[in-house]
Nanobody, 127 residues
Framework: QLPVAESGGGLVQPGGSLRLSCESSGFILQYYDMGWFRQAPGKEEREGISCTPRDDVDDETVYSDSVKGRFTIIRDVVKNTIHLQMNSLKPEDSGTYYC?????????????????WGRGTQVTVAS
């Protein structure tokens, strides 16, 4: 397994921003395809929101339509961390956010292509 840990969640007002982090220990994140996913309150299924290919040089991250233009992947190679910068947040963005590197990117982010999630970080967008 390739353990990862998410952090950075919290309570934010609509229109605000948050930066989530996905960290690992014992391996280099950029060597793996990496996806961000979220699970809305009361829903069983996770939604794929971004997928970043390994060794991404040309900003090839694919975003879901629900977050495109508002969310951005930022790599911190020195700290071996991948951030999910979330801007213009909406109440429907609320949920638990997960990252995973045990899978592969092929077009739109698909939950079925990934496994072995971290514990997640909670995001609540409310006034």
């Amino acid at each position: 397994q390739l353990p990862v840990a998410e952090s950075g969640g919290g309570l934010v007002q609509p229109g605000g921003s948050l930066r989530l982090s996905c960290e690992s220990s014992g391996f280099i994140l950029q060597y793996y395809d990496m996806g961000w996913f979220r699970q809305a309150p009361g829903k069983e299924e996770r939604e794929g929101i971004s997928c970043t290919p390994r060794d991404d040089v040309d900003d090839e991250t694919v975003y879901s339509d629900s977050v495109k233009g508002r969310f951005t992947i930022i790599r911190d190679v020195v700290k071996n961390t991948i951030h999910l910068q979330m801007n213009s947040l909406k109440p429907e963005d609320s949920g638990t956010y997960y990252c995973s590197v045990e899978g592969f990117c092929s077009g739109a982010p698909e939950t079925s292509r990934f496994s072995s999630w971290g514990r997640g970080t909670q995001v609540t967008v409310a006034s």
